[in-house]
């Protein structure tokens, strides 16, 4: 059982198309990221949210952590076909604890 | 390019066999972590390491082992193995074990068990 889970699991879009993708736990999280892996990659960092409530902006993609840190979502407006990925959330309960990640949203955009 | 190095970036074994993972954190970076990533499980934290001592431990079976060095590379030992442990291994370092720390992942190791 995932400590976080994330949907869809899968999401196909057309080139210009807006999307969200979800990151939901009954868990309180001290701090919770988003990355994006590519294949035969490593997950590459995208953002860290910290505080509940949390909106962040970068370029074409926002992300908010939820007010009680128990969720977050991730919005792409307009997305490109250089979004395509996998899109993972990982959360930590406490300062020294250990990553859980979940098992990621696959993002196709077909131009 | 993370900074972060791992080797090898492939290999194939026997089941029962052992391997050895080794990865180099980035320069300046204390904390080193291993996950498995295969696609039934996602990724799944293995264990953490920060300036050579065990500071967190994920689901890893009793048949891995890990260590980190004095130079601050980290070595996974895979031993008895099995069909299951095939899957992606990765590494990612961070300076430390701050909240919120960006953690750097490698490119990591594809190992198959035949």
């Known amino acids: 059982t995932q400590l976080l889970e994330q949907s869809p699991q899968f999401l196909s879009i057309q080139e210009g198309e807006n999307l969200t993708v979800y990151c939901n736990s009954s868990?309180?999280?001290?701090?919770l990221q988003w990355y994006r892996q590519e294949p035969g990659e490593g997950p590459v960092l995208l953002v860290t949210v910290v505080t509940g409530g949390e909106v962040k902006k970068l370029k074409r993609l926002t992300f908010q952590f939820g007010d009680a840190r128990k969720d977050s979502s991730l919005h792409i407006t307009a997305a490109q076909p250089g979004d395509t990925g996998l899109y993972l959330c990982a959360g930590r309960t406490d300062s020294w604890g250990k990553f859980q990640f979940g098992a990621g949203t696959q993002v196709v955009v077909t131009p | 390019d993370s900074g972060v190095t791992q080797t090898p970036k492939h290999l194939i074994t026997a089941t029962g066999q052992r391997v050895t993972l080794r990865c180099s954190p980035r320069s300046g970076d204390l904390s080193v972590y291993w996950y498995q990533q295969s696609l039934d499980q996602g990724l799944q934290f293995l264990i953490q390491?920060?300036?050579?001592?065990?500071?967190a431990k994920g689901n890893i079976l009793e048949r891995f082992s890990a260590q980190q060095f004095p130079d601050l590379h980290s070595e996974l030992n895979l031993s008895s193995l099995e069909l299951g442990d095939s899957a992606l291994y990765f590494c990612?370092?961070?300076?430390?074990?701050?909240?919120?720390?960006?953690?750097?992942f490698g490119p990591g190791t594809r190992l198959l068990v035949l």
């Open positions: 990612a370092s961070s300076v430390a074990n701050r909240v919120g720390e960006t953690q750097y």
């Open positions: 390491y920060y300036n050579g001592e065990e500071r």
């Open positions: 868990s309180v999280f001290s701090s």
